[in-house]
């Protein structure tokens, strides 16, 4: 069974920092692109970043560059997101998503292909509020 499972969600003020891990099981997370989405209330999803399976390429929102990071760990089967500089309007439930197929060209591109992702975790919450 392929399994994503994002962990690392929570409460944040303003100006703090939190890091995502989004962790796959049953199948090898480096054979796969893999991107962060959010959600927020009333809102439609977006795309925030996505990485290449080496993680030698990576394309973030223009809301998120130069606060947000996107990095994987192979070995561990494992990708994070390192969230800096946190903002209200971050507040969101945040997914990964991987596909093996579809690349992170751009995000704007494998953004667009986010119903045909192959695999998606369950979400964390990230809520920034003083």
């Known amino acids: 069974q392929l399994q994503l499972v994002e962990s690392g969600g929570g409460l944040v003020q303003p100006g703090g920092s939190l890091r995502l891990s989004c962790a796959a099981s049953?199948?090898?997370?480096?054979?796969?692109?893999i991107g962060w989405f959010r959600q927020a209330p009333g809102k439609e999803r977006e795309g925030v970043s996505c990485i290449s399976t080496s993680g030698g390429s990576a394309d973030y929102a223009d809301s998120v560059k130069g606060r947000f990071t996107i990095s994987r760990d192979n070995a561990k089967n494992t990708v994070y997101l390192q969230m800096n500089s946190l903002k209200p309007e971050d507040t969101a439930v945040y997914y990964c998503?991987?596909?093996?197929?579809?690349?992170?060209?751009?995000?704007?591109?494998?953004?667009?292909?986010?119903?045909?992702?192959?695999?998606w975790g369950q979400g964390t919450l990230v809520t920034v509020s003083s």
């Open positions: 049953g199948f090898t997370l480096g054979y796969y692109a």
């Open positions: 998503a991987a596909d093996s197929v579809r690349p992170c060209s751009s995000l704007s591109a494998f953004g667009n292909l986010m119903g045909y992702l192959e695999v």
